[in-house]
């Protein structure tokens, strides 16, 4: 019936005395309600105690803030008699509520054995091994759901592919070109006076043009791409997971992997290799803007120089690890956005993993590339 309590919500209390001391033992919840049932006689023992009082709350199951004011007026009640009050027990959930609303001497965390270290390890590799699964999972979903197109996922976010594209790629193509430009200008000043030790001026078109090209462009762009686009990415997702938009989302039928991601799997994919070549033409003219106004090289010399030192390989090869590292990029932020739970602050912490996640991997993966192609 409305308005009854439920019998698991009463407390009740226990008044017992050893060694000289008052113990109140308090079974059931110290909630709004269960409070009632026991403050009366609680306030009595320790008005009419004659020593100091111990409070055990090894039968409590719950508490919230109701019970933390009757234990509060139960210490300062004793504390007016000239005796001191001093809780027990209390399970992990009271003891969590007793320090952050009480303050009162609760027992301190028990010594932790070799047992407990082993149930941390084998509880963290667990949720480990989960995580890397839905990972995969969703590797090989967005792989498949990219190349078998659904007719109503295509009727509802039709053209959510250029929109995507247009946010992510023409959205980050000023910051790309501009920090491009600003790393060929810096490293092209900063090597100059040393090839100039060696009458080896014209070598800085070789220098600019190798780095810039095989590793530079490709992975300032995935840092910057990181940062930007896989940031939104994984904020967007969290922040549908919390809302329980990705719920609806499967209420009404459709997959939010084929929904959410592949639009935005499509969009980087297509985009990126064309950031990577805007920052690598923009480096490159960084650099050749050093080497005329400040080297005095001819602008023939640096051009040909150039031509002979960049290999159509290197070019492919920095087109293929630039979509490599999109999909690293839009796989770790939708996989941190999916895993979001709580409120606000997991919006901000999934966002902050994805980001150093995107970078550490794109780092690992132009490794790999380095040694399978360059070793």
């Known amino acids: 019936m409305p308005g009854e309590i439920a019998q698991s919500e009463i407390a009740q209390i226990e008044i017992g005395h050893e060694g000289g001391v008052t113990r109140l033992y308090f079974r059931g919840s110290l909630t709004l309600h269960g409070v009632e049932a026991v403050s009366g006689r609680a306030l009595s023992s320790v008005k009419g105690a004659s020593c100091g009082i111990v409070v055990d709350l090894s039968g409590v199951d719950r508490i919230d803030t109701v019970g933390c004011g009757l234990l509060s007026s139960l210490r300062r009640l004793a504390e007016g008699h000239g005796h001191g009050l001093k809780i027990e027990g209390g399970n992990a959930s009271v003891c969590r509520i007793l320090d952050r609303f009480l303050w009162l001497d609760v027992p301190k965390k028990k010594r932790r054995t070799i047992g407990d270290w082993l149930e941390s390890v084998g509880d963290g590799v667990l949720r480990t091994w989960s995580h890397f699964v839905d990972f995969l999972q969703l590797v090989a979903d967005t792989l498949i759901f990219s190349i078998f197109e659904d007719r109503r996922t295509k009727r509802v976010r039709r053209g959510a592919v250029w929109e995507e594209a247009n946010r992510i790629g023409l959205g980050a193509l000023g910051i790309v070109c501009l920090l491009s430009s600003l ?193």
């Open 183 to 375: 790393i060929g200008l810096v490293v092209s000043l900063q090597t100059s006076s040393l090839l100039r030790l060696f009458g080896a001026d014209i070598l800085v078109a070789d220098m600019i043009g190798i780095s810039m090209v095989r590793e530079l462009a490709p992975l300032m762009t995935s840092i910057i791409m990181a940062g930007r686009s896989g940031a939104s990415i994984a904020a967007e997702i969290a922040t549908m997971s919390i809302n329980e938009e990705v719920a609806g989302i499967r209420t009404m039928g459709l997959d939010p992997i084929r929904y959410i991601v592949v639009p935005k799997f499509r969009a980087i994919s297509l985009t990126m290799p064309g950031l990577t070549v805007f920052s690598i033409v923009c480096g490159i003219f960084g650099g050749f803007v050093i080497a005329v106004l400040y080297m005095g090289l001819s602008p023939s010399a640096f051009i040909h120089e150039l031509s002979t030192a960049v290999y159509l390989k290197d070019v492919v090869v920095t087109l293929l690890k630039s979509v490599v590292f999109s999909w690293i990029i839009v796989w770790v932020a939708a996989h941190q956005g999916f895993s979001a739970y709580g409120g606000s602050e997991a919006v901000g912490r999934v966002t902050t993993s994805s980001v150093v996640l995107s970078i550490f991997w794109v780092i690992i993966a132009d490794a790999l590339f380095s040694i399978i192609f360059y070793f």
